[in-house]
Each structure stands twice: as C-alpha cells, then as structure tokens.
C-alpha cells in the first residue's frame, strides 16, 4: 500500500488481510462479527436517512449556508461509504474462514461466488467514494498517517481487489477443479 515517508505510521496500522483483534475482555471475534455487523448495518442505515434529509434540507436552504450543508453531506457519504467498507471487510473475512474451513468443492464454489459479488460490490463502494474525496481533500486525511483514502489509495484498493477477482479466483476455482 503506497505511503508517504514522513508520515508518523504511513501504512503500518493498515492490515490488509483483516482478522478481528481479540482482547480476553470481548467475545472472540468468530461469535461477535454477526453481532458488529448488524450494528454496522443499522448505524449505516441511519446514516444513509440522515444524509437523504439533509440533502433534502439543502435543496431549501439559503445560498449563504448552502456551502457549510453541503461540506456536511460530503462528510455524511463519506461515512457512510467508511462503513460499508467495515461492513463489507468482516462479511469477507466470514466468507473466508468458511471457504478455508470446507471441503465440499460444490460449497466452495458458491462461496467463491459469494466473495466476488461482494468484492464486486466493495469496488463499487469505493469507486463512490472518489467523487467525494475529489470534491473535499480534507476527506481521508488521518494526521498519522497522512492520507489513506484518497484518489490514489482508493484507486490501488480498486485494482488490489481486481486482481483477487482476476487472479487468485481463478487460481483457487482451478485448484478445486483437481
């Protein structure tokens, strides 16, 4: 993952391949990921509503506040899309441990499925997402880091998750095929 030498941690807090972080303190993470994404699901679905009001109210508000409203939609979608990715990333890593954990061929092919279409679906959450970090600079800076989710970032993410789909996928179905 591209980083900026200057930044404090660059891409070192970023994990690509996620597991979730288990503390004795918390239930293990196989037994609380339903539990987080529903949550997630229904923070993301009052964010959505709050966005669509506000979109609303934009359409009615002076012009002299219209600018101030819309950087707060800007910062509302982009929530929104930040939790899809969450949402999206612990769907993924149930899909895997499953698909990791089987032997049926017939089981994995359908869970191989399954990953593409939310891959598939995370592409197009993030290609969402650039319109909004075009349009705001301020979106997807992190002070630690510097930026994580910007154009670029968003673009590698993009193609990083087009080559699972394009390379490993195929690799994976022929290796079931024997």
């Known amino acids: ?8 941690f660059g891409n070192e807090i970023i994990f690509t391949n996620y597991e979730p972080l288990e503390d004795p303190r918390q239930s293990v993470g196989a037994s609380r990921i339903d539990v987080e994404i529903r949550s997630l699901e229904r923070m993301l679905e009052r964010m959505e509503d709050g966005n669509s009001s506000l979109g609303k109210a934009l359409q009615l508000t ?14 509302g979608h982009f ?27 017939d089981k994995a092919l359908a869970l191989l499925e399954r990953m593409e279409d939310l891959a598939r679906r995370e592409i197009a959450n993030a290609e969402a997402t650039i319109p909004l970090v075009e ?7 992190e002070p ?14 993009i193609d990083q998750v087009q080559s699972v789909l394009d390379s490993e996928f195929v690799k994976y179905r022929k290796s079931l095929a024997l």
């Open 62 to 75: 002076p012009d002299r506040k219209r600018e101030d409203g819309a950087f707060m939609l800007g910062i």
């Open 144 to 157: 630690s880091m510097e930026y994580m989710t910007d154009v670029a970032h968003l673009r590698w993410k």
């Open 1 to 8: 993952m591209p980083a900026v030498k200057h930044a404090m």
């Open 135 to 141: 349009a705001d600079s301020r979106l997807g800076w």
């Open 79 to 105: 929530i929104a899309r930040s939790l899809q990715t969450t949402i999206h990333v612990k769907m993924w890593w149930k899909l895997k441990r499953e698909l990791l954990s089987g032997g049926d061929t």
